[in-house]
């Protein structure tokens, strides 16, 4: 039968949830951080396929492709995020896979085939992982090879003539080495939009993908995993609806876009060892890592016959990271540690560009901008829990960081007579009628004579003091203070050197309260945290309504709190029930020159309340077992866009995911049918109002998507 780390019980009540949470291993409910916990078999037994499926089940966490980009997924947690997935600009929730950190939103959205847990870490993070955590960390671990030879082959037909296949082996190759090779293949032969001026249908899947990883372990002591993942996702062809169409207003999966040759796809080649050493109470984890990624798409962002507004862009982006980590413990236990440093570079070669057709053509041009940008980051941290008596605990912990970034840039007037529109993947980034025009275009030397830096460094210190209080083995309360930041950057989705404006880094200090509790024999986890986060040069990404241009700047401040709940209640071994739930309240508390109208707006992505209720439910039948998982989803209202416009304005959701599995007895293999979305409601998650120039385009949720599909393991 299915084991769940988060719901199962055992023969003493719920089963203990090890996480690695404050990098060393140690129970979920000794974690003073509000965090939420995904094992292997819950990630199958809930339809999860990816991160963003994932963090659709963690209240106060809006996850969803970024606009256009299925491979880029863009995360608000506790109301701050970042929806633009241009180099120049950082997340504020971090992504790391087996400790090695995704820099691009570009290629977050993470495959989750082969793993072994999934952490979803709330508030500032910045301590421990470093920037561009202040919202909170996705921690996703994989499988490791072990010592015996099995694995499993899984074949699945779903709706939208949807086929996959997944498979797995690990191999036994001596006494100390290990293999594993785990590999997917997806293919979506109808797409889930509808468009009425090409007739034919869009937003197809199409993706590939394969790990491969060694484990050498001569010994208790050291152990050294080498990984390698590539993947091919071509999953493209997404165009939001137009809530300004004549046609097709009513119907966000009905689009009226002229753009023949639409595309997103990414290439990526990932690299990473990490060795560890046991030593006499101390830990000692060395990680080296390397990423390969090419994404390159064009989109329409208009939806329109004759498109308006049209992004392409062809990208490399390179990222090498290396982390030292200490950790252990002293006095049997009584002082707890970790600390380290790290490196990170990450180089970026960027062509995109902005293909303007406004008012039928009546203001046409084509701009495309060369961009380079460079991110150098050193770090040093510690974090220490200290046990001041068997009832209370404190933990201090800061972090050191020096960042450090530097960009080129060259835009250029694109005056081919083959029109961006027109053209394909062979020929979109043909060269041959790019000019230069004093005044029109612009390079690095004009961005800096308007008083924007070519580069920033910056040296910040980052902490957390947390007290805890044990009054009994199954209660712990604590309470927490904790800053954190997410780096600068340059605002260069623009047409203009005056709009080319540099980011400062953006401030969060957050206060938590929070209280982790058992009862009934461990068979009831009842733990609830209160927060309030203070954020300081807010990065304000918008659209001026005036202009239809894009807005990037520090010119706001902003409060949040709110509460997360979580409830598991397992009253027999075959039947789990829970519910999760987050409060928001989002605001901004000081806008500069500019930004004035900021202040009577809520902030973006922060719904007053989200929740997930759920069953969990087993039954042995005479030939076998049936699983049965029934889960919820809510949220309620919310803005998709800083001016909280109308058409920005996501009405309330609830979406119904329910599973079921059949396993003979005695037998290698099961049948699984379920569904996300059962309902099939249909919602848009993202808006680019552009409402002067005639358009409002919404970026739709996935539909109803059901799948059966047969695993047999050897």
């Known amino acids: 039968s299915f084991s769940f780390q988060g719901y199962a019980q055992n023969e003493d009540g719920l089963e203990e949830i090890v996480v690695t949470a404050q990098k060393r291993s140690e129970s979920m409910q000794d974690v003073p951080i509000s965090i939420q916990v995904f094992s292997a078999d819950e990630i199958e037994r809930l339809n999860i396929s990816n991160t963003i499926d994932l963090v659709k089940n963690v209240p106060n ?50 495959r989750l085939y082969d793993v072994d847990r999934a952490e979803v870490l709330r508030g500032p993070q910045g301590t421990l992982y470093g920037r561009n955590t ?17 694995g499993f082959i899984d074949i699945a037909y779903g709706e939208y003539d949807t086929k996959e296949v997944t498979g797995k082996a690990n191999l036994v190759i001596g006494d100390n080495l290990f293999a594993k090779v785990t590999a997917f293949y997806l293919d979506q032969s109808d797409g889930f939009i509808e468009n009425v001026t090409l007739n034919r249908d869009q937003w197809v899947r199409e993706a590939t993908g394969a790990r491969v990883q060694i484990l050498y372990s001569p010994s208790d002591q050291f152990e050294a995993l080498f990984s390698y993942e590539h993947s091919d996702d071509d999953t493209g062809g997404i165009v939001g609806a137009n809530a300004m169409s004549a046609c097709c207003a009513n119907d966000v999966y009905k689009v009226e876009s002229g753009l023949e040759n639409t595309w997103a796809s990414t290439n990526l080649d990932a690299y990473s060892l990490r060795a560890t050493w046991n030593l006499d109470k101390m830990e000692v984890d060395l990680i080296i890592a390397r990423r390969d990624l090419n994404h390159n798409f064009m989109n329409d962002y208009s939806d329109q016959a004759l498109p308006a507004y049209i992004i392409p862009n062809d990208s490399d982006h390179v990222q090498e990271s290396v982390e030292l980590n200490f950790s252990g413990e002293r006095n049997d236990g009584a002082i707890r540690w970790a600390a380290g440093a ?14 303007l057709c406004l008012f039928g053509c009546f203001i046409e041009a084509t701009f495309w901008r060369d961009m380079t940008n460079v991110t150098e980051t050193r770090a040093i941290y510690a974090d220490v829990a200290i046990d001041i008596n068997d009832q209370w605990t404190l933990t201090v912990g800061g972090r050191h960081t020096n960042d450090s970034r530097v960009m080129t840039v060259e835009q250029y007037l694109d005056v ?7 053209r394909n993947r062979g ?28 580069r920033f460094d910056i040296s910040e210190f980052t902490s957390r003091v947390v007290i805890e209080y044990n009054p009994t083995d199954s209660i712990m309360v604590y309470a927490s203070v904790a800053d954190s930041f997410k780096g600068g950057g340059w605002a260069s989705r623009v047409t203009s050197a005056a709009d080319f404006k540099g980011l400062t880094p953006e401030f969060v200090e957050s206060i938590e ?39 990037y700047s520090n010119k706001a401040d902003a409060s949040v709190d709110g509460i997360e709940a979580e409830f598991v209640y397992a009253p027999q071994d075959n039947l789990t029930v829970f519910a999760n739930v987050g409060t928001l309240n989002g605001n901004y508390t000081d806008v500069r020159p500019g930004a004035e109208g900021l202040m009577t707006k809520e902030l973006k992505r922060t719904p007053d309340m989200s929740y997930r209720l759920g069953v969990l439910y087993d039954q042995n039948i005479s030939s076998g077992e049936l699983n049965l998982s029934v889960v919820l989803n809510h949220e309620d209202e919310y803005y998709t866009n800083q001016n909280n416009t109308p058409f920005g304005t996501r009405p309330s959701a609830d979406t119904w995911d329910l599973n079921v599995t059949y396993r003979p007895n005695d037998a290698d293999w099961r049948l699984t049918a379920g569904c996300t979305n059962c309902a099939d409601e249909e919602r848009f998650n993202s808006t680019l109002d552009f409402g002067t120039l005639g358009f409002a385009t919404q970026f739709q949720d996935l539909p109803r998507l059901w799948k059966v599909s047969f695993r047999y393991d050897y």
């Open 427 to 454: 020929n979109f980034l043909n060269r041959s009628g790019y000019i230069q025009i004093p005044g029109v275009t612009f390079g690095t030397a004009d961005v800096v004579a308007l008083g924007t830096p070519d």
């Open 342 to 355: 790290s490196y990170y570079d990450d180089d970026n070669d960027v062509t995109f560009g902005d293909g």
């Open 61 to 110: 966490m809006i996850g969803i492709n970024n606009v256009g980009l299925p491979q880029a997924a863009s995360y608000f947690l506790r109301g701050v995020g970042q929806d633009e997935s241009i180099s120049t600009l950082d997340p504020a929730v971090g992504t790391f896979v087996d400790g090695v950190y995704i820099s691009r939103q570009i290629a977050n959205n993470t």
């Open 513 to 551: 309260f929070g209280m982790k509790s058992q009862w009934l024999d461990d068979t009831l986890r009842f733990n609830i945290t209160y927060f309030d986060a203070d954020y300081d040069d807010l990065q304000v990404t918008a659209i001026d309504q005036s202009t239809g241009a894009f807005v």
């Open 134 to 150: 202040s919202g909170g960390a996705v921690r996703i671990i994989t499988q490791k090879p072990h010592d015996h030879n099995e």
């Open 416 to 422: 081919s007579p083959l029109k961006i529109r027109d």
